[in-house]
């Protein structure tokens, strides 16, 4: 007997609930509308020129090839958008 399983995987709909905040949301408000399906190192920012830019992490059932690394970037506790790096 074969049993399959199935693990979703998070991936897309990480990156579409990221590029789907609206430019100039507060901080706080990201923080609360944060799905559960994956982290963001919200203790632990990295800051280039003015912004603040906070890594997304374990994303569920990701198995993500290119092994991007995806940030929510922010300037004055505001959404600038997503930035995305090899």
Not at 4 to 15: G, R, S
Not at 32 to 44: A, D, I, L
Not at 60 to 77: A, C, E, T
Request: aromatic share 14%.
């Amino acid at each position: 007997m074969i049993k399959l399983t199935a693990c979703k995987n998070y991936y897309n709909d990480t990156i579409h609930w990221a590029d789907d905040i609206k430019q100039g949301t507060d901080i706080l408000t990201v923080k609360r509308t944060q799905p559960n399906f994956f982290e963001v190192e919200w203790g632990k920012p990295d800051t280039f020129e003015n912004q603040l830019r906070y890594e997304l992490l374990n994303i569920k059932g990701s198995n993500d090839p290119l092994r991007m690394q995806h940030f929510l970037v922010f300037i004055d506790n505001k959404y600038e958008g997503r930035r995305s790096f090899k």
